[in-house]
């Protein structure tokens, strides 16, 4: 066989596969020769989160694989509000958006797009039917067993990986000249805030985050003097103007809707303190490595508080359990956000601020 031949052979192999190669020109005979083995690489199909919040804590298990599995070809399923979050996924083939669609249209183009591949490992977050139509050499598929262990954790053990590995974004250089573009120079202090939720029940009240944003730049405050960058999705912009207008007298970058999801996250990556809703933001933003502070009511707070280790969330007076009590419809919840009160944010700010410096000067210090 020429080797030609061969090297075409070689491209229905994944990772694993080995198949002998001669040098070009040789021929086949019982004469000794070396032996060169060619591993092609791993071909991984990750389906995710259709909700960017879920997305986020996910790919922590995606940035395991990808640093495991050096030169790993990856395909992305996830829903459409999620996909702009692994658009810098190092070795991204393809992004295929979940556009819900009757008699899950959306599951049956997935397959079609990924039948002719012979997978080497599927990462299965949506225990998606399709997963088992697939060809594949290993699957692992997410089995919701109603754990109260964080979401990272629940998904670190579809992998059996313990410690659970670390939510991570890839944000490419086009998006952080986007951000330094419109923000200080990196290193000036920065309050970033997301005051929008996407349900209303779990959205603190638009003046508390006003007079929450006046006390943490105060002079007295831990940021003081700080700009303040308000962000959010296209669709919250309606609720920013009471907010802008409030704050007027002080420097407000108003960035909600503007922007990709990568562009929001190299603004997080630029500012020093995050307080925000229980929301996409929030996750992004722990992901990014500032100190996030997250505000919690009427979601659970033991599943989805922002992850790292400079982090915390504060939460409303009534637990989670007082607040939705098992079988209670969403759209029947009575708002509650009103009972997390300013100081009490202000001063789990304030702690947060203070341990994150402790932190720094014990790192400079050793």
């Known amino acids: 066989m020429r080797f030609g031949a061969d090297w075409e052979k070689l ?63 990856v395909t992305v399923a996830c829903g459409p509000a999620a996909a702009g ?3 810098g996924v190092p070795g991204l083939d393809r992004l295929h958006v979940l556009r819900k669609g009757p008699w899950a249209r959306h599951w049956r183009a997935l397959w079609r797009a990924s039948v002719t591949t012979r997978w080497d490992v599927i990462i299965d977050l949506r225990m998606s039917a399709v997963t088992w139509l697939l060809s594949a050499r290993r699957r692992y598929v997410y089995r919701a067993a109603g754990s109260r262990d964080h979401k990272v954790i629940q998904m670190a053990r579809v992998l059996g990986l313990d410690p659970p590995p670390a939510p991570r974004i890839w944000v490419g250089e086009g998006n952080h000249a986007w951000a330094a573009a419109l923000l200080p120079p990196l290193g000036a202090p920065l309050l ?17 985050f006003v007079a929450l944003a006046r006390r943490l730049t105060a002079l007295d405050g831990p940021l003081p003097g700080a700009p303040i960058v308000l962000l959010g999705g296209p669709g919250e ?9 409030a704050l007027s007298d002080l420097t407000v970058l108003d960035l909600v809707g503007e922007g990709s999801l990568l562009d929001a996250q190299a603004v997080l990556e630029r500012c020093s303190l995050f307080v925000g809703n229980d929301s996409g933001l929030m996750h992004m933003a722990a992901a990014s490595g500032i100190p996030t502070l997250g505000l919690f009511g009427p979601s659970p707070d033991h599943l989805y508080g ?6 915390a969330f504060v939460r409303t007076p009534q637990s989670f ?25 202000e001063a789990a700010a304030r702690e947060l601020w203070s341990r994150h410096r402790l932190a720094e000067a014990i790192g400079q210090g050793g």
């Not at 596969?17 to 690489?41: C, M, N, T, Y």
């Not at 912009?237 to 207008?245: E, M, N, Q, S, T």
């Not at 359990?321 to 944010?345: C, F, K, N, Y």
């Open 85 to 87: 979050l692994f658009e």
């Open 237 to 245: 912009k309606v609720a920013i103007p009471p907010i802008r207008d």
């Open 11 to 73: 491209n229905l192999l994944s990772k694993g596969d080995r198949f002998e190669v001669p040098r070009p020109g040789s021929s086949r005979s019982s004469k000794p020769r070396a032996i060169h083995w060619i591993f092609l690489p791993m071909k991984l199909l990750f389906i995710t989160s259709t909700r960017i919040g879920d997305a986020v804590l996910s790919t922590g298990l995606l940035d395991h694989m990808i640093r495991t599995h050096p030169g790993a070809r």
């Open 306 to 311: 922002p992850w790292g280790a400079k982090t």
């Open 321 to 345: 359990q007082e607040i939705m009590p098992p079988g209670t419809a969403p759209e029947t919840v009575a708002p509650v956000m009103h009972s997390l009160t300013v100081d009490r944010v």
């Open 192 to 208: 970033a805030l997301a005051p929008v939720a996407n349900w209303e029940t779990k959205t603190w009240p638009a003046d508390y």
